[in-house]
């Protein structure tokens, strides 16, 4: 339930929730209606259903969000979030700058936008929705093993705050199949690295990803080649061709950071 100075607004958006699903499956005006009907004017007059300037700026969103033009949504639902912290369409405003933002692909925005309407309305019933959208925006910045996987981090991170926070949620079972795919998408990062690693000789550091993929990532799709690494190398101590330990050769530089090689996932 939302804290008690929004009650009414906590009403609001369990049917602003619907619209703005239905918004993102669609991707245009089936929600407006909807709205529509949620603002209470007649719909044969529309400049006649409120004097309230909120609401008018709320119409004139929607309006702008039902045309597919989502930057100049947001740009109105930002206005209304900000300048009438007094009236309920804040709230309404807060949920539908995310998804603005989101359809507009512009997702480092839509991830703000999310988390600032969490820190609001912490208590409100969109939550689940909210940490699977905001969960939604760092995922669609994923890019390929060989590159940063902040993104990934982030998803797992939130995604897997809405699952332990709400199992129950529809929105939490959807979440479980993202999280397995950006934690394969991080098994396949150490993989990289650590192969990277091996190639130049570099057998603690690679010895440290491998570990740390099996450790952290048994069900990936990289793990058996890992291990075949880790074989490889204990043949190579047994052997004597190479020494337990770190074999950088001189003058190596790694392109990896500290940062990097020490993450904070292990």
């Known amino acids: 339930m939302a804290t008690k100075p929004h ?12 619209a703005s ?4 499956a669609t991707g245009c005006g089936n929600s407006f209606n909807y709205i529509k009907s949620i603002f209470g004017y007649n719909t044969d007059d529309p400049t006649g259903f409120s004097t309230d300037e909120a609401a008018i700026l709320a119409n004139k969103a929607q ?14 639902w930002q206005q209304l979030r900000d300048q009438y912290l007094a009236s309920p369409y804040s709230m309404l405003a807060a949920l539908r700058l995310g998804d603005a933002y989101y359809l507009n692909k512009k997702y480092i925005e839509s991830a703000n936008a999310y988390e600032t309407f969490e820190k609001r309305y ?12 905001r969960g939604m925006s760092h995922y669609q910045q994923m890019m390929g093993i060989d590159r940063d996987q902040t993104p990934a981090v982030q998803t797992v991170k939130v995604l897997g705050s809405l699952v332990e ?3 129950d949620d529809k929105y939490a079972a959807m979440a479980k199949a993202r999280i397995a795919e950006a934690q394969n998408n991080m098994a396949g990062h150490e993989f990289y690295v650590g192969e990277f690693y091996f190639k130049r000789k570099d057998y603690q ?7 740390g993929l099996i450790t952290y990532y048994p069900d990936s799709g990289y793990h058996h080649r890992a291990y075949n690494y880790i074989a490889e190398y204990r043949d190579l101590v047994a052997r004597g061709e190479i020494e337990e330990g770190n074999q950088r050769p001189e003058g190596y530089n790694s392109p990896f950071t500290i940062t990097d ?4 996932r292990y």
Do not use: C, G
């Open 7 to 18: 009650i009414w607004a906590a009403r609001l958006m369990a049917l602003v929730l619907l």
């Open 21 to 24: 699903t239905l918004a993102l």
């Open 63 to 76: 309006e702008r969000m039902d045309a597919d033009d989502y930057a100049e949504a947001a740009e109105l």
């Open 122 to 133: 912490p208590l409100s019933d969109a939550i689940p929705y909210v940490l699977y959208q």
């Open 165 to 167: 926070s709400f199992p």
């Open 205 to 211: 550091a690679a010895m440290k990803r491998f570990t």
């Open 261 to 264: 090689i020490n993450d904070e």
